[in-house]
C-alpha cells in the first residue's frame, strides 16, 4: 500500500480530517495549562458513535462482531463495546487478555466473555494462557493452532481455532493445504472452536478489492465444504479486518456455507478510527476519536515549525504522513524524529510558538501502545487512566 | 538515507552480525522456559565495552563525550558511564531528566552532574524541568533556546545552551540567522552555559561525510567568532551524533576557536549499538548489546516462519529490515505486522518452530522505549529492571 497517495494525490487540502474541530477543545484551560506534551487523549463520545456505526453496518446484529482489542489496550474504552451486547473479543497478547479477562469479570453473574487469542503461542505464552483461562473460569478463552503439533502445547482449559493462512502469508496453513487445515482440526478434536482466516492484505481500492474478497471467500467455502465432508465441525468462523468488514457484512459470503458456521468479522481499528483508514475506507464514514496532542516547539527556518511528538509518540511504521493535524489547513508533517515533528506550510498557516496540535496519527494502533495513559474525554469532563494492555508481559510463573 | 542499501547491496551473508553469538546463550534454560517474548535484553558486558570504545576515540578524555540517553532510558545502563567518571549528559524528555537526577542523587557528596535538555521547551516542560532542577539542586540542569522569546519561558534555576540549526532543520535557529542566535545568547545573559548544534543528518558514506562534517564546523567558528566579537561568552558547544562523533574527536575543529569553548560530542546509540549504526558506522568496532527476544510461532508458507516480536516490540520506522538475527545466516526479516514478523530464508536456513532469535533492531533508541521493562546480563547473571524513563510525563502540579 502506498499511504501517501491518498494525501498526495489531492494536495494538502485533501486531508481528510483538516476541518473537523480539534478534540483538545473539550480540555478546561487550567488542566491544558498543566498538560505536558505529547499526551493521547480519546473522545469516548466519537468512539462510542464509531462503535455504533459498525454495528449499524453489521445490520445491527452486535454478534456478527468480533472486535480486536489490539488497538484500544484500554477497559474504559472496552466498556463501550460491553455496553453494546458485545461478549466476543479477538485480543494478539497475553498482556490484552489478562486486563480483559479482569473486566469481564464486572459482568453480572451468568454473563459472560468469549476471547479470541488471534495469535498462535509458544509454550511459554501456552502456558500463560491456560493460567489465565484458569483463574477466570467463567468466560471462555481460545487460542490459534496451525498444525497438529501446536495443539500439544495449549491445555486443555483453552479452546482451539484452526488459523488459515489466505495468502497474507503471517500465520496460519495454507488455504492450499487442506490437508494440513484438516489435519490440526482433527488433532483438535471437540476442542476446535473454529476457524480464523484474516485476509487484511487486501488494500486495494474497490472494486478491485471487493473481487478479490469474494475470490478469497470462494475458497473459504471450499475449505468448509471438505471439512464437513471429512465430519469436522466448524461452529465459527473469524475474518476480516478493517479494509474488507463492511464488504463481508454486506455480501454475507459464508451464508449457507457447509455446516452452516457463524460468521464474525474482527476489525478493531473502527472504534479509534485514523488516517490510514479513513485513506482506504472513506466510505466508513468513521471519526478520529483518537488524537496525539503536541505543542509547536520550535521554528528552525522559514515555512517550518517542529511539535513535540515524534516517533516515541506517534507510532511512523505506516508511512508519511506521520499524522494530520485537525482544524489546521495547509500543514504537512515531515519526517519525524525520535521527539520531534516538523511541519511545511506556508508561513501564513504556520501556529505560533507554543500552539497546540491536535494529531490524528496515520496508524492509531501502535500509537496507542506507545503511551502509558490517556485521557478520557466524554460528558462529565476528562479522568486520565493507564493503557492497561499496552506492551508485553515478561514471565509466566506456573 | 537507504537503510536497505548496505544490506541489499551485500546480499543476505553480508549482515553484519549474522555470525556473532546470541546473547540469549547467557540466560539459564528455566529462566528461558519462563520467558514471554517478546523480550529485550541487553548484555551489560558488551554495553561496557562499547562505552571503552567510545572512550577511547575520545583520547581517553571521557569529559569529552556529553552522552544522550534517549536511546538507553535505563538507570542501571547508565551506571555504566557513571563508573567511567562520566557526569555531563543529554536527554529529551522529562521522564529521562527525572530519572537520571534520582540515580546522579546517589553519587558521593560533591560530586554532581550536569544534565542538558537538549530540547525546546513549552512552558509546562519548561515549568516541570525547573520543578525537577529544584528537587534536585546539587545537579545543573540546562535546556534549549533559540529565540529571545523562549528565554522567558525557563526559571532562573535552569541553565540556557542556545540552540543553532547547521541546516537538519528539525529545530534551532538558522545558522544564517546569527542575528537571531546573537540575540538569543544576550537574552540568555549570566545563565548562557553554550551553544548546541546537532548535525544529525550527515548520513552521507565517508569522505563526503567528513567533507560536509568540516564544512558544518567552518560555519560554526564563523558564528562563535562572531558571538565572541559582539562579547557573548560561549563555555561549551555541544555537537555529534553517532555519524559525526568519531570524524569530530580526531578532527578536533573547534580547537583554536574564537573564546576556546570546551567541545563535547553526543552520541547515544553507541551504548547500545544497532544495525543502523552499524551500517553506517562499521568502522566503529562497536558490538550490539541489546536485542529483542523472539520465538518462531508459525510456518504461513514454504521458505517462510513468522516470529512473535512485531513493530510493537521493534521499531519500524527507520525501514527494513527492521531487525537481523545473531548468529543465523541466511535469514532476512521481511515487513512486519504489530505483533508478527515473517523471515524468509532457504527451507534448510529456516529456525524450527518454538526456535529462539536474538534480534538486534535496525533502529534500538525507539525499540527500548517500546519495552517495560529490560532483561539486563552480566558476568552476575540476568535481572529484570524497569525501562524507568521510557515514555512521557502527563502532568505538572506547580
Same mark, same amino acid.
Given at each position: 500500500m502506498d499511504t501517501n497517495s491518498g494525501l498526495t494525490r489531492g494536495g494538502r487540502a485533501s486531508s481528510p480530517f483538516n476541518s473537523a474541530a480539534p478534540l483538545s477543545r473539550g480540555l478546561a484551560p487550567d488542566l491544558l495549562d498543566r498538560l505536558l506534551t505529547p499526551a493521547l487523549l480519546v473522545d469516548l463520545r466519537a468512539a462510542a458513535r464509531n462503535v455504533d456505526r459498525v454495528i449499524a453496518w453489521a445490520g445491527a446484529d452486535a454478534d456478527r462482531w468480533r472486535p480486536h482489542l489490539k488497538t484500544t489496550k484500554t477497559p474504559q474504552i472496552w466498556a463501550l463495546l460491553l455496553a453494546r451486547g458485545l461478549r466476543a473479543f479477538k485480543v494478539a497478547t497475553t498482556a490484552e487478555l489478562r486486563v480483559l479477562l479482569e473486566l469481564l469479570?464486572?459482568? =453480572?453473574?451468568?454473563d459472560f466473555g468469549d476471547v479470541l487469542v488471534a495469535y498462535p503461542q509458544s509454550s511459554a505464552s501456552a502456558r500463560r494462557t491456560s493460567q489465565l483461562a484458569a483463574l477466570h473460569p467463567r468466560h471462555t478463552v481460545s487460542v490459534l493452532v496451525?498444525?497438529? &503439533?501446536? @495443539?500439544?502445547?495449549?491445555?486443555?482449559?483453552v479452546g482451539l481455532f484452526v488459523d488459515a493462512n489466505?495468502?497474507?502469508?503471517?500465520?496460519? &496453513?495454507?488455504?492450499?493445504?487442506v490437508d494440513r487445515i484438516l489435519a490440526t482440526a482433527r488433532a483438535a478434536g471437540p476442542r476446535l472452536r473454529g476457524l480464523h482466516a484474516y485476509e487484511g492484505h487486501l488494500h486495494a481500492d474497490f472494486p478491485e478489492r471487493g473481487v478479490r474478497i469474494d475470490a478469497c471467500f470462494a475458497r473459504l467455502r471450499g475449505i468448509l465444504r471438505q471439512l464437513h465432508g471429512a465430519g469436522v465441525v466448524v461452529a465459527e468462523v473469524v475474518t476480516s479486518g478493517t479494509p474488507a468488514f463492511r464488504h463481508v457484512l454486506e455480501t454475507r459470503p459464508l451464508e449457507g456455507a457447509a455446516g452452516e458456521p457463524l460468521h464474525r468479522v474482527s476489525p478493531g481499528t473502527v472504534v479509534l478510527h485514523d488516517l490510514r483508514s479513513e485513506l482506504e475506507n472513506?466510505?466508513?464514514?468513521?471519526? =478520529?476519536?483518537a488524537v496525539v496532542l503536541s505543542r509547536i @516547539? +520550535?521554528?528552525?527556518? +522559514?515555512g517550518r515549525v517542529t511539535c513535540d511528538a515524534g516517533s516515541k509518540a506517534l507510532a511512523?511504521?505506516?508511512? +508519511? =504522513?506521520v499524522a494530520v493535524a485537525l482544524g489546521i489547513r495547509g500543514l504537512e508533517a515531515a519526517t519525524p524524529n525520535e521527539e520531534h515533528l516538523p511541519l511545511d506550510g506556508p508561513e501564513g498557516a504556520l501556529p505560533a510558538l507554543g500552539g497546540l496540535l491536535d494529531l490524528v496519527p496515520m496508524h492509531v494502533c501502535p500509537t496507542v501502545n506507545l503511551h502509558d495513559r490517556v485521557l478520557l474525554l466524554d460528558d462529565d469532563g476528562v479522568r486520565d487512566v493507564p493503557v492497561a494492555a499496552r506492551g508485553h508481559e515478561l514471565f509466566v510463573d506456573d
Open positions: 469479570d464486572g459482568l =453480572p453473574a451468568g496451525e498444525e497438529p &503439533a501446536a @495443539v500439544g502445547l495449549v491445555r486443555p482449559n489466505p495468502g497474507m502469508d503471517r500465520t496460519g &496453513a495454507p488455504y492450499d493445504d472513506p466510505e466508513l464514514g468513521l471519526e =478520529p476519536a @516547539v +520550535s521554528r528552525p527556518r +522559514s511512523a511504521e505506516a508511512g +508519511s =504522513p
